[in-house]
């Protein structure tokens, strides 16, 4: 066979992620799909803003179709950019300008735009990345050549090792990749974590004088519960890149819209942005959907109705802590992260499934012995997954 054989493992092999959601598809149609429970996937529940429907509908009604629907400069429409940059400047007070910001088509290629730009080829260049993190960071790193290290966090906060960190940087670290609010915790990494990250790896720098470089993947900073904050990690690192999206916040994970917004201050900051142009260029992501850059453009202020989410996070996490699970409470994202009630996650995944339940066994997020389960679904659907949630812990002893 003359082809690409990691190419072939990744598409052969599905991620567990989608290998339950195509059960839960199966099981189904054969027993009723309000009799399973299905918290495997992360796609939002809430619907987009209607602002979002409005401007495409007015968007269409109103403008030339062929530049609407035409080739956008490579990095993205230079209006959209320009009112992303204002957002963030005023949102956050970072000086920014649209020729720090590169449109692409959500978190994903970002990170791999991003991971691409710093990362030199044949050079060893490490990249860490904080369990329990989103699997797809390990093909997003390895295809940009680099090789993954796994920091392990704290102990039942799920909050970022400093000292596990410090550690495991070496000569060959390049970047390092925080997401916060987190899949699969739903842990927003305080900014006392954030400060000392921030400490640590400028140190770091300094002592291989060079920078390592922090990739802020960002596609649940909106969805936050209570009063949290989420530091803007520009504020407190100049070598950052943000990768950011609108799959979630505005809930469009189909419309693939999202950008990389480059810290002013990185040292090189405009090379740097350049390398991210050439990445977006050799990896095929040049000029992310035109219609949606227009459309968000019109609406980065529309929120979702992220209370939902929160009711469900409180319905879930009260039932469940109650029935004995053990879980951190989570500030954000629309994940609840749940220890296994036995060792083997994977196991204690199958014995969910005969109480029609499907959890995600979180081994590949770097942490054994948990499940993730994503509550970004009906509120209907979790009140009525209660009793067996219940009866899956009896069934324990507990
Ligand atoms: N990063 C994290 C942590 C995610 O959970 C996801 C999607 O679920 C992504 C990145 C990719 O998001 P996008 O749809 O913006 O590509």
Redesign the pocket.
């Known amino acids: 066979m003359s082809f690409n054989k990691k190419m072939f493992a990744l598409g052969n092999k599905r991620s567990i992620i989608r290998e339950i959601f195509e059960y839960s598809k199966i099981r189904s149609a054969e027993i009723g799909a309000d009799k399973v429970f299905d918290f495997s996937i992360?796609n939002p529940s809430v619907p987009a803003p209607a602002e979002v429907n409005d401007t495409v509908k007015s968007l269409i009604d109103t403008e030339n179709s062929v530049s609407l629907h035409g080739y956008t400069s490579a990095q993205g429409d230079a209006l959209v950019r320009a009112k992303i940059a204002d957002s963030i400047r005023s949102r956050f007070g970072v000086d920014i300008t649209p020729n720090h910001i590169y449109m692409t088509?959500?978190?994903?290629?970002?990170?791999s735009i991003c991971l691409r730009a710093v990362i030199e080829d044949n050079s060893g260049d490490e990249v860490i990345v904080f369990a329990p993190?989103?699997t797809?960071?390990r093909v997003f790193i390895e295809n940009a050549g680099g090789k993954v290290v796994v920091s392990t966090p704290v102990e039942k906060t799920f909050q970022i090792d400093i000292s596990d960190l410090e550690e495991r940087i070496c000569e060959n670290t390049k970047a390092v990749i925080v997401?916060s609010p987190?899949?699969?915790s739903g842990v927003v990494y305080s900014e006392e974590t954030v400060k000392a990250l921030c400490e640590v790896l400028k140190r770091k720098s300094e002592e291989y004088g060079r920078p390592i470089y922090l990739i802020a993947?960002?596609?649940?900073r909106e969805l936050v519960y209570s009063q949290v904050s989420v530091p803007y990690l520009m504020n407190y690192y100049d070598n950052t890149l943000v990768?950011y999206?609108?799959?979630?916040s505005l809930s469009l994970?189909g419309e693939?819209?999202?950008y990389i917004a480059v810290c002013p201050n990185m040292t090189d900051g405009k090379e740097i942005y350049l390398a991210v142009c050439g990445a977006g260029r050799s990896l095929g992501y040049v000029c992310a959907p035109s219609l949606f850059q227009k459309v968000i453009g019109e609406c980065l202020d529309a929120k979702v109705n992220v209370e939902a989410y929160r009711e469900n996070r409180d319905i879930l996490y009260n039932a469940l802590t109650d029935y004995g699970y053990e879980c951190v409470k989570p500030d954000g994202?629309f994940y609840l992260f749940v220890k296994a009630l036995e060792d083997d996650a994977y196991k204690f995944y199958e014995k969910a499934k005969e109480y029609e339940i499907l959890v995600v066994p979180c081994d590949d997020f770097g942490v054994s012995g948990y499940v993730r389960i994503a509550y970004c679904t009906d509120k209907s659907k979790i009140v009525n997954s209660l009793p067996s949630f219940k009866a899956l812990a009896e069934s324990y002893g507990i």
Request: overall charge negative.
């Open positions: 992360g088509c959500g978190a994903a290629a970002s990170l993190f989103f797809e960071y997401n987190n899949n699969p993947d960002e596609p649940y990768c999206s609108f799959s979630k994970p693939r819209i999202g994202a």
